[in-house]
């Protein structure tokens, strides 16, 4: 063995480990791309899992008055209306990103800063329409 690889052998390896969800949410910043990137995913598939039992209520919903009415009930309940809001924001936002997306596919929007204010703008959208839905739900108008 010559002498240089006797050194390196003698400093060890660096050691390089995996990085968790732990590293990439407390230690970097992600660019709000990177959000409406991860929140469009999250949101998708929490709408093809609910997609069966929401259909389902509707199902049911129609049958009669009287399911109608018993649905009309169930939504009465504070824990429903959060539930249902949640979805509200899952289907809003994969709408607006997925509205962005379109604009990328047609290679618009995609330099660094407009991508970024795109980005900014799906959070803002999604969230006002969010609101105004949740106002809607509690009965403020």
Same mark, same amino acid.
């Given at each position: 063995m010559s002498e240089a690889v006797r050194e390196a052998a003698k400093k060890g390896r660096p050691?390089?480990?995996n990085i968790g969800i732990s590293d990439i949410t407390g230690k970097y910043r992600m660019p709000p791309s990177a959000i409406v990137s991860i929140l469009h995913r999250i949101s998708g598939a929490g709408l093809f899992l609910m997609l069966p039992f929401l259909l389902y209520l509707l199902q049911e919903s129609?049958?009669?008055? #009287?399911s109608f009415e018993h649905f009309r009930g169930i939504m009465s309940n504070v824990?429903?209306?959060i539930i249902l809001l949640g979805l509200s924001w899952a289907y809003l936002h994969h709408f607006t990103a997925?509205?962005?997306h379109l604009f990328m596919d047609n290679h618009l929007a995609l330099d660094k800063d407009t991508a970024q204010k795109t980005a900014r703008w799906v959070l803002v959208v999604s969230l006002a329409l969010t609101a105004l839905? #949740?106002?809607k739900l509690f009965g403020v108008f």
């Open positions: 050691e390089f480990r129609l049958l009669s008055e #009287g824990f429903v209306k997925g509205v962005r839905v #949740g106002l």
